[in-house]
């Protein structure tokens, strides 16, 4: 069945009919995750939450997913494939500036990994320069966000915390429970100092591929978790458009 929104999926006039005039892109990645997840978690997760989103807000067309990102930190557990950081950085740019070349410059990014942050962040920027008239935004870190949003003590062990921990297993067991291989989970919580951020390789602190406790992650806790970062990133987009894209300075014009 061919999704309406989801561009892959369409044809040339699917897309005029469409009339898109904004569009939202998952980055996600190729790696390792435990012994118990999908290596697609990150791709698979934030796409779905794109999908979700654009089901609920007309005129959003659902980008092709980057399923490759920044992972050389994870690659001592198998099979994990990575880009390096400039290429990542070269290939959001080139994707950001086709779609504001084919006329949609209003731009969300949905990312699954924290090694992609970085390079999000500069291609971001460069875009920005280069199109000052373009609105990009990026839910950076769906894993921390949904800890904001959610009451206190919905998580057990590290605030739902980790690489394959209890909020990322809760989320793929509600999304994608038939990928998952739970009678395999199994993590720590990982002994940081935390005045400084350590630049770590994830064999030094994990022996397993997975931080946190997912043996705590359940399909309900998931289905709380991606409802309220569905919910969050639709209340920004419809107030986005109400107030015609314009923030700060420009808001006051």
């Known amino acids: 069945m061919r ?27 190729a790696e390792n995750h435990g012994f118990h997840l999908p290596f697609g978690t990150d791709t698979l997760v934030s796409l779905a939450i ?30 994990t494939l ?3 950081p400039e290429v990542l950085v070269e290939v959001l740019k080139d994707i950001l500036d086709s779609s504001i070349r084919q006329g949609i410059n209003h731009i969300i990014i949905i990312n699954g990994h924290d090694g992609n942050i970085a390079p999000i962040e500069i291609a971001s920027r460069s875009i920005k320069v280069k199109h000052p008239d373009s609105f990009i ?4 870190a769906w894993w921390v966000k949904a800890g904001e949003l959610l009451p206190p ?14 909020g990322e297993t ?13 009678e ?22 994990t022996p397993c591929g997975a931080t946190g406790d997912p043996i705590k992650g359940t399909p309900e806790k998931g289905e709380k978790m991606f ?17 015609g894209w314009k923030y700060g300075e420009k808001a006051k014009l």
């Open 3 to 29: 999704e309406k929104y989801f561009h892959p999926h369409l044809t040339y006039t699917d897309f005029k009919e469409g009339k898109f005039d904004k569009a939202i892109l998952a980055v996600g990645s």
């Open 170 to 182: 809760s989320i793929v067991l509600h999304l994608y429970p038939q990928l998952t291989r739970m």
């Open 137 to 140: 935004a990026s839910l950076d």
């Open 153 to 166: 003590h919905t998580f057990e062990v590290w605030e739902g915390l980790g690489h394959a921990g209890e």
């Open 82 to 84: 990575t880009l390096r």
């Open 184 to 205: 395999n989970a199994r993590g720590v919580v990982p002994d940081l100092p935390d005045n400084l951020d350590i630049k770590w390789k994830f064999s030094e602190i």
């Open 50 to 79: 794109a999908e979700e989103v654009a089901k609920k807000v007309e005129g959003l067309l659902v980008l092709p997913p980057v399923t490759y990102g920044v992972s050389f930190h994870y690659d001592d557990f198998p099979f």
């Open 227 to 243: 409802k309220a970062l569905v919910d969050c990133v639709v209340k920004f987009i419809r107030e986005m458009e109400k107030a």
